[in-house]
């Protein structure tokens, strides 16, 4: 019986260290956030200004994001926060989402345009052939958990 509860307790215990190392492990391997001025003067020029907030369907205690967002023809500017997670992406969409079920409906015709590293806001530079206007709502995903993080519509 005391091997039995030593097995048990153990096991516990293993398992809430493996679930706070992969929380952990993307906060300790982040590069250090984008500088505030960087962020301010990449913002200036947008062509499109919108928010994050965490108030969405889809989001909650360990997925969500807040802040600005600014979107230009070539970049896409975050200036708050977001919940650290491992392998977040940035997806345009054509019609805005708020929770899993909803982006995976329309993830084939979605257009992945960055990742994230960073959770105190973040430039994600965007390729020459993406067109922001054929689009109108931006989507943080992770990508290994089929998570949604948070989505902000901007037109």
């Not at 492990?25 to 982040?30: E, G, K, S, T, V």
């Not at 965490?54 to 989001?59: Q, V």
Request: charge should be negative; glycine fraction near 10%.
């Amino acid at each position: 019986m005391r091997i039995l509860l030593r097995l048990i307790t153990h096991g516990i215990a293993l398992g809430i260290g493996f679930a706070g190392g992969i929380y952990a492990l993307p906060i300790l391997i982040a590069p250090p956030s984008v500088d505030r001025a960087m962020l301010e003067t990449s913002a200036k020029d947008a062509t499109y200004q919108t928010s994050f907030i965490r108030e969405l369907k889809g989001s909650d205690f360990l997925h969500w994001g807040e802040g600005d967002v600014s979107i230009s023809m070539d970049k896409i500017v975050h200036q708050g926060t977001m919940a650290p997670g491992p392998d977040y992406k940035i997806y345009l969409t054509k019609e805005f989402v708020e929770d899993e079920d909803s982006f995976n409906a329309i993830k084939a015709s979605s257009l992945q345009v960055g990742e994230v590293k960073t959770f105190d806001g973040f430039i994600a530079d965007l390729g020459n052939d993406v067109d922001v206007e054929a689009y109108n709502t931006v989507v943080i995903w992770c990508e290994t958990f089929g998570e949604f993080i948070t989505a902000a519509k901007y037109r």
